[in-house]
């Protein structure tokens, strides 16, 4: 009896192995609700989507995250909402580890207007990522009709592979510079400055100075007052006037 009682648990356990232990992939089940909810977008706000992907850096895409989501406590301001978009809705991992959930998948969903475009530096943004055709094609739709294009780091070798940065003076990275320049020969690419401004488009060297970049926006939209109180709410000095930066006249 002993011996038929055990024989019977061990093949329980075994088909509990095969079947019900396993883990479920993400072609054979239902995405889980938490990966499919909608941000509550506010109306009479601009819409400010950061592109993200795997191998995305940290600092470049929470820097001005940060920044823009704060414009929601200042008053009698047009704030932002601001949310994350990849061409997945599984969860991304930035280079540095932390796991993200997109809001929308560029890819598939139908996206809100998009105001103001982030493009925050990524691991393969000198390489496979600008064979991404996808992509590409999402950041030029979109950078076209956007009423400002932001980039931080190697995010402006994107900007670039999307054409959109073909009659613009714009910079990047510090020692990515000279590599840029050999990549798109037709573009203007500056150095020795911490941001560009030309037109609709704003790009950065990136790092910390991202959170520059993005004050340096704040200040454009809503006036020098309300960038100092951001800045001030995240412990910043702000003072565009002793930031190296370039904004082209046209």
């Known amino acids: 009896m002993k011996l038929i009682i055990a024989f019977a648990g061990a093949c329980s356990l075994l088909l509990l192995g095969c079947t019900g ?27 400010v989507a950061f592109l993200i992907m795997n191998g995305v850096y940290n600092t470049e895409l929470t820097a001005p995250y ?17 949310f994350l978009v990849a061409d997945t809705r599984e969860p991304v991992t930035t280079f540095e580890g932390i796991r993200l959930l997109p809001d929308f998948d560029y890819t ?26 996808a992509l590409i094609r999402f950041v030029r739709e979109t950078g076209e009709k956007a009423r400002f294009v932001t980039s931080h780091c190697d995010g402006a070798f994107v900007l670039a592979k999307a054409g959109l940065l073909d009659h613009a003076v714009c910079t990047t990275f510090p020692s990515d510079v000279e590599r840029m320049r050999e990549m798109f020969p037709q573009l203007d690419v500056r150095e020795n400055v911490l941001f560009v401004h030309d ?29 100092r109180r951001l800045a001030q709410g995240l412990v910043i000095d702000w003072n565009l006037d002793k930031v190296p930066h370039l904004q082209i006249e046209k």
Do not use: C, W
């Open 199 to 227: 037109g609709k488009f704003i790009t950065s060297a990136g790092g910390a100075r991202s959170f520059e970049a993005a004050l340096y926006l704040t200040e454009t939209l809503y006036g020098a007052e309300v960038a």
């Open 21 to 47: 232990n396993q883990p479920a992939t993400p072609s054979s089940r239902e995405l889980p609700e938490v990966y499919t909810r909608r941000p509550d977008l506010k109306p009479d706000r601009y819409n």
């Open 66 to 82: 940060d920044i823009f989501q704060h414009t929601v406590f200042r008053d009698s301001i047009k704030a932002m909402n601001v």
């Open 108 to 133: 598939a969903d139908s996206l809100p207007p998009i105001d103001i475009l982030v493009v925050p530096s990524a691991e393969h943004h000198l390489d496979t990522d600008l064979e991404n055709e």
